[in-house]
Each structure stands twice: as structure tokens, then as C-alpha cells.
């Protein structure tokens, strides 16, 4: 499984961005997708998730604010950002696992495919 990000740049205070993560290599119906960041001099901390291609979860800190998605070919993932803030500047990885269980699909190191970043820039 190869995961590609992409959609990063930069965006004012209040605007909008939208990731995608376009996910190669076999499918398995048991897939949760998600989306991580990292802060520079931080820890690498949960967005969101979809859950085995069905349910999605979110961080608190963007409840209301984002919105991930998939394609019905269950290959992109997206991440819709509004309403950005300078602290949701990051970088922003994607990843996949096939065998998550609920409860471990807010740990990164759960997850078995990363992809390569991409940077989302916020100006104040």
C-alpha cells in the first residue's frame, strides 16, 4: 500500500484548504484512513479518521471545522479544512491501517502506511 498527500500551501486566518491522499496497492474492506499532523517541536497528534471505509471521527480541536471524506472507489481520501487557524498550521500525513480496532485508531503508531506530508501554512 503506497499513500501519496497532497493539497498543502498557504492560507490566511478563516480560509480554506482541502488535502487529498490518493492510496495505491491492495484494498481490504477492513481499512481505516486517516489524517495526522505535527507541529514543528511537537508531537505527531490525531485529525481524523474514517473507519474501516464507514464511520468518521474526529480531534476535538476541528469538530465543526474539517471534514474528511472518500471517494466511492475508496481510493482518495480528503481532507476538507475551513475556517483555519494558526495553530492548525502543520504538516499532514495521511495514513492507513488494516487492522485497526476502534479504540486504537487515535494512535499513530497503530498505523502501518504513511504517506509523505504535506505542509499547511496559516497566516495570522
Known amino acids: 500500500v503506497q499513500l501519496q498527500a497532497s493539497g498543502g500551501g498557504l492560507v490566511q486566518t478563516g480560509g480554506s484548504l482541502r488535502l487529498s491522499c490518493t492510496r495505491s496497492?491492495?484494498?481490504?474492506?477492513?481499512?481505516?484512513l486517516a489524517w495526522f499532523r505535527q507541529a514543528p517541536g511537537k508531537e505527531r497528534e490525531f485529525v481524523a479518521a474514517?473507519?474501516?471505509?464507514?464511520?468518521?471521527y474526529y480531534a476535538d480541536s476541528v469538530k465543526g471545522r474539517f471534514t474528511i471524506s472518500r471517494n466511492n472507489a475508496k481510493t482518495t481520501v480528503y481532507l476538507q479544512m475551513n475556517n483555519l487557524k494558526p495553530e492548525d498550521a502543520a504538516l499532514y500525513y495521511c495514513?492507513?491501517?488494516?487492522?485497526?480496532?476502534?479504540?486504537?485508531?487515535?494512535?499513530?503508531?497503530?498505523?502501518?502506511?504513511w504517506g509523505q506530508g504535506t505542509l499547511v501554512t496559516v497566516s495570522s
Open positions: 495514513a492507513a491501517s488494516e487492522t485497526l480496532i476502534l479504540s486504537s485508531m487515535y494512535g499513530s503508531d497503530n498505523y502501518k502506511y
Open positions: 496497492g491492495r484494498t481490504s474492506s477492513g481499512t481505516t
Open positions: 474514517i473507519f474501516r471505509f464507514t464511520n468518521t
